[in-house]
């Protein structure tokens, strides 16, 4: 039953409604049965059970068969929740230029955001890799690596994929000295200076990140002046920092 369930909340994910994710389970579980029989078996009402095969039978999910004057409905193959997912994301492909041109007009050309949590803080190290720029790294920190250390793997790739080079700046210490970061130039400033706030600095943005393992977040600001400003204190920063 614990597997049904968490097949139930996958499938959810693709846009099923919990009603007919329960009518599908049903179906999968049991095979081919009467409205009645799917009623009785996943708790909801018969009538319920009509609207929401009907929706099913739309998406391609269920079909149904005629026994003995009697209407059967089975599940389609699972991998027909694949085809789901695939047009949803076609859909969303062919109204994603509309959807563009709106967003860039309504975009002020300095603008600052926060972002919080490690979903957040994702959103902001995929628009450094989509700004392609040099990204320049002062005061990075060791707990960067400790609360998304998976992820860095898929940013270093997709980093290097797309030719974008850094600069960092590390707090010396022994994990530091051993890492190695492909793509990169890397100095360091002292350990007393560390900090668990880190700025990155790409294009005409710039990103205070607070590496907190209960509730990291960022303030990304875009504004020319202000980016031009950090990267010059950046290589003042360059300067004095050791290889």
Request: hydrophobic share 35%; proline share 3%.
């Amino acid at each position: 039953m614990e597997s049904l369930e968490k097949i139930k909340e996958y499938i959810k994910k693709t846009g099923l409604t919990e009603n007919e994710a329960k009518v599908y389970i049903t179906l999968l579980e049991f095979g081919p049965n009467s409205a009645g029989a799917i009623s009785r078996k996943s708790g909801l009402h018969r009538r319920v059970i009509y609207d929401t095969s009907e929706m099913l039978i739309k998406k391609g999910m269920i079909g149904y068969m005629q026994k003995n004057n009697k209407k059967l409905f089975q599940a389609s193959n699972p991998n027909r929740i694949l085809e789901l997912v695939k047009e949803k994301e076609e859909s969303i492909q062919e109204i994603l230029p509309e959807m563009l041109t709106f967003y860039n007009k309504t975009q002020e050309k300095e603008e600052t955001n926060f972002y919080k949590g490690k979903n957040g803080l994702k959103t902001v190290f995929e628009d450094q890799i989509e700004t392609g720029k040099e990204i320049l790294i002062l005061g990075a920190s060791p707990l960067a690596y400790e609360i998304m250390e998976f992820y860095f793997h898929w940013f270093d790739k997709k980093r290097i994929a797309n030719k974008i080079k850094t600069k960092i700046i590390f707090n010396r210490n022994k994990q530091e000295k051993t890492r190695k970061i492909p793509l990169s130039e890397v100095r360091y400033l002292s350990e007393k200076y560390s900090s668990p706030l880190a700025v990155n600095i790409y294009g005409d943005k710039v990103a205070i990140i607070l590496w907190n393992k209960e509730n990291p977040f960022a303030i990304v600001i875009k504004n020319e002046e202000i980016a031009n400003g950090y990267k010059k204190y950046f290589e003042l920063m360059w300067g004095v920092a050791k290889k």
